[in-house]
C-alpha cells in the first residue's frame, strides 16, 4: 500500500508511505517512481496533504456488551471507534454481568478480536459486582488470554480506602494500573449538577468539586506510599489539576485524562434541562474548563480519554432526575480536541498525538499501539483533513445510541482513514469490514 502526499504529523512537505506486510517499509517523496517499480497489486491512498497521526487509543470505553446490546455492540462501538481514528479501546467493565472475572474479560476480548476493526482490550472491575466491599479476581483476569492490566469500578468509586489500598498493592504485583472514578459518595447522594449558582438557579441538587478533589488527593498518597500506579479518570475540576500537579512534583505514579465534553462544554448547557447534557461527572464551569485545557497541553493531565456512554433513548428522552449520566464520544474526540486546543493554539498535531495514542499506549502498557510514525514501526495509524469540517448527527453515528451533546454542531478535522497494523479498517468515513 501507499500512501502519497501525507504530511507527517502535520509537520514539513508531504511525503509518501510505503506500508508492506502491516509494517512502515518507506518513507520520503516520489516513492512511487523508485521503491514500488517492482511490486504489484499496490493499492494507492491520495492523501493530499492529510495529516498522519499515530492510531488514537481510548483508555475509557463503554461498549456495553454484554448485557446492554440494545444501546451498543462490541461490533457498533468498535466501528464507531474506527470512523473516529481510533486503533485501540479499553472497554469498561461495567456490563451485566459486571467484568469482573476471567470469562468475562476473554468474551469481550475474543469478540474484539472476532469484529476486528479495533484492539478491544478489556478493563477488569477492581471489586465484585463493582460493589465496593470485595476485590475482584484481579490476578485470574491478568492472567487469562485478554491480559487485563487496566482494572476499574468507573461508574463507581472505590470509596473504601482499606480496599482502595489493596488494589494498589495488587495491581502493583501485576505491573497494572487501577483507574479510579473519583467521587466521594457521601458528598454526592442525589447530585444532579454541578455544585454553585447556576444549579441552585435551576433547582437541582449540587454536585460540589470537592467529592472528585478528595478522592484523587487521598488515592494520591495511598498510590504514593504503596509505589502503584494510579490513574484518574474523567477529571473535572480545577482543584483536582491542583492536586496532580501537586502530586506529580512528589513523584507519584499517578495519570490523569479529561473527557473531551469537559473540554468544551459548561453548566451553562443545563438551562434547558435536557438530559444529553447529564453526565457523570457534571459539567463544570467556564474556568474548570480552561484549566484542563490548559492542563493537558502542559501534561498535567496526560492525555484525551472519550467516556464514550452510550444509553438508549427511554434512559435519555425523560426528565432530567431520572435520566442516566453519559454521552456519546469515539466519533466527536478528535474534532473536540481540534476545536478547544488545535484552533486557539495549546496544542499542535504531535501534541494531539502525544495526548491521544502516545501517552494513553503508555499509560495502559501497549507495546504496539501510539508507536512513531518511522520505518520498521507497525502501520497503525489515521489520516486527517485538517480543514475539511462536518455536522454531527447523532442518527448518523455508527453506535446504536444517538446520545451526542454535540448534535447540530458543525465540528473541524474529518478522519479519512484509519489503518490497523497495515489493514485499512476505515477508508473516506466508511468502515471496512
Known amino acids: 500500500m501507499l500512501i502519497k502526499g501525507v504530511r507527517l504529523y502535520g509537520e514539513g512537505d508531504p511525503v509518501d508511505i510505503l506500508v508492506r506486510d502491516g509494517v512502515i517499509a518507506e518513507i520520503g517523496p516520489w516513492l512511487d517512481a523508485a521503491s514500488t517499480q517492482e511490486l504489484t497489486n499496490v493499492e494507492i491512498i491520495d492523501a493530499d496533504g492529510q495529516i498522519a497521526l499515530p492510531g488514537f487509543v481510548d483508555l475509557h470505553t463503554h461498549l456495553r456488551e454484554p ?6 455492540t462490541i461490533a457498533t462501538g468498535s466501528a464507531a471507534a474506527a470512523l473516529g481514528g481510533y486503533t485501540a479501546v479499553f472497554a469498561m467493565a461495567n456490563t451485566d454481568p459486571v467484568a469482573d472475572n476471567a470469562v468475562i474479560v476473554e468474551h469481550v476480548w475474543r469478540r474484539g478480536r472476532e469484529v476486528g476493526l479495533v484492539d478491544v482490550h478489556p478493563v477488569g472491575a477492581v471489586t465484585v459486582g463493582l460493589k465496593g466491599e470485595k476485590l475482584a479476581e484481579l490476578g485470574t483476569m491478568a492472567r487469562s488470554q485478554a491480559g487485563v492490566r487496566v482494572f476499574s469500578d468507573d461508574g463507581h468509586c472505590v470509596s473504601d480506602p482499606l480496599i482502595m489500598r489493596r488494589a494498589l498493592e495488587y495491581t502493583k504485583a501485576l505491573d497494572g494500573v487501577i483507574a479510579q472514578h473519583a467521587e466521594e459518595p457521601r458528598l454526592t447522594v442525589d447530585a444532579q449538577a454541578h455544585e454553585g449558582e447556576r444549579a441552585a438557579r435551576l433547582g437541582l441538587a449540587g454536585w460540589p468539586a470537592a467529592a472528585e478533589e478528595s478522592i484523587v488527593a487521598r488515592d494520591c498518597l495511598l498510590a504514593k506510599q504503596v509505589g502503584a500506579r494510579l490513574h484518574v479518570c ?21 495519570s490523569a485524562e479529561v473527557t473531551p465534553h469537559h473540554l468544551l462544554l ?15 461527572p457534571p459539567l463544570r464551569t467556564e474556568s474548570d474548563v480552561q484549566v484542563l485545557r490548559e492542563a493537558l497541553a502542559e501534561g498535567v493531565v496526560d492525555c484525551v480519554a472519550t467516556d464514550h456512554a452510550p444509553h438508549a433513548p427511554q434512559d435519555k428522552d425523560c426528565e432530567w432526575s431520572a435520566a442516566r449520566p453519559g454521552m456519546l464520544g469515539l466519533q466527536t474526540a478528535l474534532s473536540i480536541v481540534v476545536e478547544t486546543l488545535v484552533r486557539p493554539g495549546l496544542l499542535d498535531w504531535r501534541g494531539v498525538a502525544r495526548v491521544m495514542s ?14 512513531p510514525l518511522a520505518v520498521g514501526e507497525p502501520a497503525t495509524l489515521t489520516l486527517v483533513d485538517p480543514h475539511a469540517t462536518w455536522t454531527v448527527r447523532g442518527s448518523e453515528l455508527a453506535s446504536i445510541a444517538g446520545n451526542t451533546p454535540f448534535e447540530g454542531m458543525e465540528l473541524p478535522g474529518v478522519v479519512r482513514t484509519t489503518m490497523l497494523r497495515g489493514r485499512v479498517t476505515v477508508s473516506e468515513g466508511k468502515v471496512q469490514s
Open 67 to 72: 448485557g446492554r446490546e440494545d444501546t451498543e
Open 234 to 254: 474523567h477529571v473535572s475540576t480545577a482543584g483536582t489539576v491542583d492536586v496532580l500537579r501537586w502530586a506529580k512534583e512528589r513523584g507519584t505514579k499517578v
Open 266 to 280: 459548561t453548566d451553562e448547557r443545563l438551562a434547558t434541562y435536557d438530559p444529553v447534557n447529564k453526565v457523570n
Open 358 to 371: 502516545e501517552k494513553p499506549a503508555e499509560i495502559a502498557g501497549l507495546p504496539d499501539q501510539g508507536r
